[in-house]
């Protein structure tokens, strides 16, 4: 009786386990997407954010701001990006997660200067909505050598 319980244990921490890859992977693959759809589009993916919006702080400083998918107009004359050491921390197994990353990118935002060294470190929470992962807040922090973007938002 106690093998069978013990196989049943292992078995169902087997279960969660790959259930709790799946969310990370999952949440990975966004954030390796919305890298690509900018890359690609020079623009960046408005379906990113969260129908309710995303409160996110930005990697030039200001205050918080809160972001609607309606009011995101990041367009690029140029913008060439990656990201790397993707960790994700699954708060919610399908439903919540929060990204850890890099990013790295040389780029012109539509009407401001060239950012030709863009260094940051990204911490995004995601909840999954209609079937899809979308971002409900951000903060970016520049790494010390790298700069933020060129936009400064004070309120």
């Not at 093998?3 to 386990?17: D, K, N, P, V, W």
Request: charged share 20%; hydrophobic share 40%; net charge positive.
């Amino acid at each position: 009786m106690k093998i069978q319980g013990l196989s049943i244990l292992l078995a169902a921490t087997m279960i969660a386990s790959t259930a709790h890859a799946g969310t990370a992977e999952e949440v990975r693959d966004v954030v390796k997407a919305n890298m690509a759809h900018t890359n690609k589009m020079m623009s960046q993916d408005s379906t990113r954010i969260s129908k309710h919006g995303s409160k996110e702080f930005f990697s030039s400083g200001g205050l918080l701001n809160t972001i609607q998918r309606d009011s995101d107009a990041s367009d690029f004359d140029y913008f060439s990006g990656s990201v790397k050491h993707i960790e994700v921390v699954v708060l919610v197994e399908g439903q919540a997660a929060v990204a850890h990353y890099y990013q790295e990118a040389a780029m012109k935002p539509k009407g401001l200067p060239a950012v030709p060294n863009y260094r940051t470190r990204v911490t995004q929470a995601f909840v999954k909505e209609d079937g899809m992962w979308r971002i409900k807040a951000a903060h970016w922090s520049p790494l010390q050598g790298g700069a933020g973007t060129s936009q400064t938002v004070v309120k």
